[in-house]
């Protein structure tokens, strides 16, 4: 499995935690899960951390997904 990479964080003046990947904005945390985030991702792979805390994991179905009729545009 390739490991996660182009993710970014930012800790906002309020204390909110803002995760970006590829310069996209992936998720905003506040009170105690941004505490609980910001103790993870000192003590661990700060990529793998973001990934999980986004949820963007490769999963194997990005192809069926992409080619849902739900999904095209």
Same mark, same amino acid.
């Given at each position: ?11 906002? $003046? ?7 990947? %590829?310069?996209?904005?992936? +998720?905003?945390? @506040?009170?105690? &899960? ?11 792979? $700060? ?7 986004? %949820?963007?994991?490769?999963? +194997?179905?990005? @192809?069926?997904? &992409? ?7």
């Amino acid at each position: 499995m390739p490991r996660p990479q182009g993710f970014t964080y930012v800790r906002r $003046p309020d204390d909110s935690v803002t995760i970006t990947h %590829g310069g996209r904005p992936a +998720g905003t945390l @506040r009170g105690v &899960r941004a505490e609980r985030f910001l103790a993870e991702v000192e003590g661990e792979d $700060p990529q793998l951390v973001m990934a999980r805390w986004t %949820g963007d994991y490769k999963r +194997g179905n990005e @192809r069926t997904a &992409r080619n849902h009729p739900r999904n095209r545009r």
